[in-house]
């Protein structure tokens, strides 16, 4: 089984940044895609951005130019630097990861327990 740890959440100003964190921990995995989603209130949850093993990265067009995610290979963690934050940025942020389990040959997918970006002034 494969746990996801999320950090970095929290209130920030319009304009302001913040860095969001998701390490991936368990045992017989290899990851494939790892992404961020986020889910407002009232709101579908959807596709903040991914990256795949390759490095391969899709956005989602309301944050491209603000954010960028990256990704730690050696330590299993993906990243998501926000940066000129908005108010409409507000959501619960959940990390997302794709990967191979070993133990059943099959592809697998996770989620992370969610952290709360608050964008207000």
């Known amino acids: 089984q494969v746990q996801l740890v999320e950090s970095g959440g929290g209130l920030v100003q319009p304009g302001g940044s913040l860095r969001l964190s998701c390490e991936a921990s368990g045992s017989s995995f290899s990851i494939v895609t790892m992404a961020w989603y986020r889910q407002a209130p009232g709101k579908q949850r959807e596709l903040v951005a991914d990256?795949?093993?390759?490095?391969?990265?899709r956005y989602a067009d309301s944050v491209k130019g603000r954010f960028t995610i990256s990704r730690d290979n050696a330590k299993n963690t993906v990243y998501l630097q926000m940066s000129s934050l908005k108010p409409e940025d507000t959501a619960v942020y959940y990390c997302?990861?794709?990967?191979?389990?070993?133990?059943?040959?099959?592809?697998?997918?996770?989620w992370g327990q969610g952290t709360q970006v608050t964008v207000s002034s």
């Open positions: 990256i795949t093993s390759g490095d391969n990265t």
């Open positions: 997302n990861v794709n990967f191979f389990d070993y133990r059943t040959d099959s592809l697998r997918d996770n």
